[in-house]
């Protein structure tokens, strides 16, 4: 059984998928089932992969991947920023690419406790506000 805002990934393509409904049954992709990605959260790439919550000098919150900003290159960069409301009611994503900078901006009108982030080599990391 899949459950909402689970992610997969095909083993052969790559292909990352998101549940948006949850359902019976097993995703398949090339032929095979689809491996569930389970988000990290600590490990020795952590300052640089957690999505940190962070304040501007301007008041204005968003989102940075790692405490040391995630690097940007062509062969090493965040794919995208997620942020997901208590409820998995809300939820808003970034796409990101090379050379830009590693963070998304949060709508203060609504309260965001966890965000999710995808390194093109490191994979899925969760972070949560302190």
């Not at 689970?6 to 359902?23: A, D, M, S, T, W």
């Not at 794919?79 to 901006?105: A, C, G, H, R, W």
Request: glycine residues 6%; hydrophobic residues 35%; aromatic residues 8%.
């Amino acid at each position: 059984m899949t459950v909402k805002l689970q992610f997969y990934r095909c083993p052969i393509c790559k292909n990352l998928v998101q549940i948006l409904h949850e359902g019976e049954g097993s995703l398949i992709c090339c032929g095979q089932e689809m491996d569930l990605l389970q988000a990290k959260t600590d490990e020795q790439m952590a300052e640089k992969h957690v999505p940190k919550f962070m304040l501007g000098e301007d008041g204005s919150e968003f989102i940075q991947v790692g405490s040391i900003p995630h690097p940007m290159t062509d062969e090493h960069y965040i794919e995208f920023i997620e942020t997901v409301s208590d409820d998995k009611n809300l939820v808003s994503i970034t796409f990101l690419y090379p050379n830009q900078e590693p963070k998304k901006m949060l709508n203060n009108s609504v309260v965001i406790n966890k965000a999710y982030e995808y390194c093109n080599l490191h994979g899925l990391w969760e972070g949560k506000r302190d």
